[in-house]
């Protein structure tokens, strides 16, 4: 038990001094960009309805449904947790900060579903958020966008021993930080994240339309 404890003090020390201003500084990125492109893509309709059929079959081809249109929340999971581990990874390219794509390609989805929704008027965008998205994305969003800053950290460290053979950085060290969060804080809200879209959000979601 003193060992677990430790590890969670340990994670807590790692976010709080490397990781949470990228976190808040990719958070504000993904909102701000989300709502720029909301109100861009409102008056270009026919982009907005070849963009959303992209991203349904991009949903349909992943097999997250079952074949009663319920979400298979296993799929879901481990969909999850494919993309968060990718954008970790991203990050051992130093240099290109790819990572920062995964914030932008997330914003412009999400933009062009409420775009869609708003256009055919099947619900209320702020209901749908509300509904929606805010009760499993608080804990997918979290764990996607705290994978996302880890990949950052990543690529800004690797930045700083390549450019300063004196960096003094513990790449070893750092990077057991990181799988500590991956393990222990990542892919238990992604498990929660999947339970709740799969079961609680379906029932919510009427309440938005």
Request: proline share 2%; net charge positive; glycine share 6%.
């Given at each position: 038990?003193?060992?677990?404890?430790?590890?969670?003090?340990?994670?807590?020390?790692?976010?709080?001094?490397?990781?949470?201003?990228?976190?808040?500084?990719?958070a504000l990125v993904?909102?701000?960009?989300?709502?720029?492109?909301?109100?861009?893509?409102?008056?270009?309709?026919?982009?907005?309805?070849?963009?959303?059929?992209?991203?349904?079959?991009?949903?349909?081809?992943?097999?997250?449904?079952?074949?009663?249109?319920?979400?298979?929340?296993?799929?879901?999971?481990?969909?999850?947790?494919?993309?968060?581990?990718?954008?970790?990874?991203?990050?051992?390219?130093?240099?290109?900060?790819?990572?920062?794509?995964?914030?932008?390609?997330?914003?412009?989805?999400?933009?062009?579903?409420?775009?869609?929704?708003?256009?055919?008027?099947?619900?209320?965008?702020?209901?749908?958020?509300?509904?929606?998205?805010?009760?499993?994305?608080?804990?997918?969003?979290?764990?996607?966008?705290?994978?996302?800053?880890?990949?950052?950290?990543?690529?800004?460290?690797?930045?700083?021993?390549?450019?300063?053979?004196?960096?003094?950085?513990?790449?070893?060290?750092?990077?057991?930080?990181?799988?500590?969060?991956?393990?222990?804080?990542?892919?238990?809200?992604?498990?929660i994240a999947a339970?709740?879209?799969?079961?609680?959000?379906?029932?919510?979601?009427?309440?938005?339309?």
């Amino acid at each position: 038990m003193n060992f677990v404890k430790e590890q969670y003090l340990q994670i807590g020390k790692f976010l709080k001094s490397k990781i949470l201003w990228i976190f808040i500084t990719l958070a504000l990125v993904f909102v701000g960009f989300s709502v720029l492109l909301y109100f861009v893509l409102l008056g270009h309709q026919e982009a907005v309805e070849a963009l959303f059929k992209a991203f349904t079959e991009a949903i349909l081809s992943k097999d997250i449904l079952n074949a009663d249109g319920s979400i298979a929340s296993g799929s879901l999971f481990f969909n999850n947790l494919k993309a968060t581990t990718i954008s970790i990874l991203l990050g051992f390219m130093p240099f290109l900060f790819l990572p920062v794509w995964v914030v932008l390609i997330n914003a412009a989805s999400l933009s062009v579903v409420f775009v869609m929704v708003k256009m055919t008027g099947a619900a209320s965008v702020g209901k749908m958020i509300v509904f929606g998205i805010l009760p499993h994305g608080i804990f997918e969003l979290t764990a996607l966008f705290l994978g996302i800053s880890l990949g950052f950290y990543i690529c800004k460290t690797l930045c700083l021993i390549v450019c300063k053979s004196d960096s003094g950085i513990r790449l070893k060290e750092e990077l057991i930080n990181v799988l500590r969060t991956y393990l222990l804080i990542i892919v238990p809200l992604l498990i929660i994240a999947a339970l709740i879209e799969s079961y609680l959000t379906p029932l919510l979601i009427n309440f938005a339309i």
